[in-house]
């Protein structure tokens, strides 16, 4: 058997687990099939349980006084007065151009240039024998 350490880390881990079954409790309540609404109720009942374990696990731990984030909690845990994290945004000066990429139809200047091994030679034959050149 494993020995978990009580760390921030695991803290977080338990945190993403909580995530992960918010969400798929919110697809099971909108977009799964079932025959009955009873047999809906019944699953839903048991990823609740399963979730609701690991709250209780996540509680005990920051109780013990263990640090966390909190941008690691889920949606679910926040409290409604704090705001949303907004995610980083991408400098536009920080993108590099594009780099420009070799034609194939340049002549062959590598050290394979004439040999079975010159591969753009090969390309332009084919390319001739295709009708594409």
Known sequence: MAVVIPD?????SIHEEIGLFDRK???LLKFEKFETEAERELAA??????RE???QTALRLVAEGVEFKR?????SMRPDDEPEIPAPAKSVEAVEPPVAVRSVTRESTGPYAG???????SVRQYMQKKGKA
């Open 8 to 12: 921030k880390y695991h803290l977080k």
């Open 115 to 121: 040999t079975s091994l010159d591969w753009q030679a």
């Open 45 to 50: 009942r048991k990823m609740r349980t399963k």
């Open 71 to 75: 941008g690691d909690l889920p949606r």
């Open 53 to 55: 374990t690991l709250v």
């Open 25 to 27: 409790l919110a697809h």
